[in-house]
């Protein structure tokens, strides 16, 4: 580098002058600027910088740094090409077949650094003259082009955006149809030879055409099991992935199957891992736990950095591939998920569905698994998918009639010709995104149903408008029999209830990613008070509506005073989330009285105001007026007055223990309702004591320390109350 820079002529406007550019040619000799850096970089303290004339903040963002595995894709590797690898002895044939790599795939890592960082994958033509390892590549990659198949048609790669790219990689190959078959071949021979080992006449002797797997005897029975569990485990996960693509879910109880194979294939590959082992007469270094192998070798013919420039949209990610005992734990929970889909009714009944999707989403699942539920929610017209197919619910049911059945309307009415109307077709795509948007992850789910609730209230506005254009105002035609009325009647309110439902799903996802701090709780909870009791009153609406409708169907001449003493009762559905109300109430009011009272709660923050952190958390709300006339103002006006002294004259706590412990016999046959009303009861039982203790020493004793966690309800708090 020259001591002064060459500079352009100056302009005559005054601007900084530019820097001449040195143009390379073939005769330019390159000089390795190690030594020059290294002393720049001793000589610079902390927060300096050296840059040119032209670097602003642009530059700065869009820099790669050099170095970084993370960001430069010329950092220095040990193959540059696979071809360079392969002539350096880095994939022998034959090879053992000992790693699960495409686990970290599966957890949204990219597929050049993951499966196709395997030698044997990028030139498969190489492994042809051997057929185990033929038959295991073969495999693998069919496996890999159908996750990615589903992972595409699901739509769920929004998430992980590198999942689906494959880079120009052989994910496609001539005869993979025939994978299956080219496997079983195999795993024929190698049972063969698994037999003749176990044979006592013939022991540690193979017949003359069977083959030998490696040259010592002693071994061979082993390393035959441990190989025949690996191919099985493969053949099986193929046949789940098939099989749950057949449409109408006719694939499910096949795929169960094949999942129990997987599973038990997965135990003897772990049984597996001690003969392995000993195999080797020296000992692994470190941890054989963190090994990825089962062996706790390294594996051979796998380069991460091989395909680093293959992966030109995005720089090369640092990555961890999992251990050999997480890949395999986490095939077992993978396998567990697929049966949770696989085992689904396919229950026509909306409620039944959402309510099974959200519950398959607290065992957090992965891409792969919300990938196969989407499918049995998604719309492909291409493919016969499974949960909806060709715009009918598993391929079966249009989505008018689910959506006339979960409004409560008579049977007859399901083939109405008031389902071309504009506005009905619009609805029916509102509920299949719904479905698609509950399969995502929490995070991203959160995001789309805060937006997603302005459609519905759009949706609502656009049916009554076209109600009131036919029929006038509600109240003047109210009994009229007319079915068209009866199914706008009917569906408003149901679009209605399942507003507030996806209202209340976004406040508590919320708490699941831990959105809210300490000191928002109260606004939170005044807010999910406020939802709650627009969706219990459009529940209790939607079941008078449902009753009505079955009794029209029984045709009762007569009501019996038994009968007129049911339909006084309120539905135990309606009870269930009247304890959710009382909790929420209760947690508000005791929240604001600690504020009120109590200076530690009230601790301003430095950076947002509350009516800001208010708008922050509730905007999306507050847009699609959700629920009608809640704002700022009249959650202050709510909570400013609430006292320890107003808080002990009534106990919302005891009156959600009393509802839990009344309505658990109405959930008997419902284990998850069941689960969810003891919970509900554990946290209004320690709550009611705490706000006991609160009242009687809150404002007395100065070392009192209150604070809340969610130990038994992942989003009602516990109030924990201890001395300091």
Known sequence: MADKPVYEEAPIDGQPPKLASIPASDTTVWADASPLLQAACAGLRDGELIHGENFNLFAAMSALEIMDPKMDSGIVCTYYSIDEAIENGAAPIPISLDSTIDAAWHKGHSLAQTVFSCIYLLR????????????????????????????????????????TMTYGLPLNGDGDDKCLSILNAVEETISRQLRACKATSSKRRLPEDLEPLQSNPNLEEGLCKALLCRLRFRKHFFHVLSCMKRPQGRGLESARKHIASCLTELESILKSADFLRSCFDESCEGDIDDKTTASGFEPIGFDAMLNSRLSAPTPPRAIKILSWKKAVEYFVKLLHDLDVICS???????????????????????????SHLQILNHVNIVEQLLLVQDGKLYGRDPFFAVINKAAALPEATKNHDIQKNESFLQLGMLVMNLLKILCTNAAWQRRKLGKFLQDWRVIYVQLEL????????VSSSSNDENSCMKIFQHILLWVEEQTYWIAFRFLILGFELELYSTGEYCMVYWYLYAVLIKLTEKTHLMMAVSHDTAKRKGKKKKDSPKDLARESR?????????????????????????????????????????????????????????????????????????????LAMYNYFKDAQRIAKEVKSSFSNDPERLAELRKLEQVAEHNSVAQNVICRLGALDPSLKVSFEFSHHPFFATVVVKRS
Request: proline fraction near 6%; include cysteine.
């Open 466 to 473: 076209a109600f009131r254009n036919e029929y006038g105002e």
């Open 124 to 163: 498969l033509d190489r492994t042809a003259p051997h057929a185990l390892l033929h038959s295991y590549c073969r495999i693998i990659r069919a496996t890999c082009k159908a996750v990615v198949s589903v992972v595409s048609d699901a739509r769920t790669h929004e998430e992980e955006d590198l999942f």
């Open 570 to 646: 309120i539905p135990s559905a309606v009870l269930f989330l009247q304890c959710y109300i009382c909790l929420a109430e209760g947690l508000t009011m005791m929240l604001a009285a600690l504020r009120n009272e109590i200076p530690v709660f009230h601790s301003p923050s430095p950076f947002n105001t509350e009516h800001e952190k208010f708008v922050q958390h509730f905007e999306l709300l507050q847009r699609a007026c959700i629920p009608d006339h809640v704002s700022y103002p009249s959650y202050k006006e709510s909570t400013t007055h609430a006292r320890f002294s107003t």
């Open 344 to 370: 689904y009714s396919l229950d026509p009944h909306l409620e039944s569905l959402l309510r099974f999707v959200v519950q398959f989403q607290k065992s957090q699942p992965d891409l792969v698994a919300r």
